[in-house]
Nanobody
Framework: VQLVESGGGLVQPGGSLRLSCAAS????????MAWYRQTPGKERELVAT???????NYADSVKGRFTISRDSAKNTAYLQMNSLKLEDTAVYYC????????????WGQGTQVTVSS
């Protein structure tokens, strides 16, 4: 099973981006999905999570601006990011708890989001 992210890029403050995280493979089940972010010299920070039941939680710093969602038919998670700020600049990582014979955490390769004027 692999997680492949896309959608990062350069955006001006106040702009929007949508990140995607597609799980590829067969015979697996997605459970919790989450997005983290990391900047140089800092620990990876949890941004948003969504359980398989649809409950979402967000870091205080992104509440009201970011929305996590998933398309179960496509095994894909999304992070819609609106009203982006300079401090949102980071590498964003997708994380998923997947059952594939057993439960395990999987990570995407990361996608750079740069907010700059």
């Amino acid at each position: 099973v692999q997680l492949v992210e896309s959608g990062g890029g350069l955006v001006q403050p106040g702009g929007s981006l949508r990140l995607s995280c597609a799980a590829s493979g067969s015979g697996f089940r997605l459970h919790r999905m989450a997005w983290y972010r990391q900047t140089p010299g800092k620990e990876r920070e949890l941004v948003a999570t969504e359980t398989s039941g649809g409950s979402a939680n967000y870091a205080d710093s992104v509440k009201g601006r970011f929305t996590i969602s998933r398309d179960s038919a496509k095994n894909t998670a999304y992070l819609q990011m609106n009203s982006l700020k300079l401090e949102d600049t980071a590498v964003y990582y997708c994380n998923a708890l997947i059952f594939y014979g057993e439960y395990a955490d999987y990570w995407g390769q990361g996608t750079q989001v740069t907010v700059s004027s």
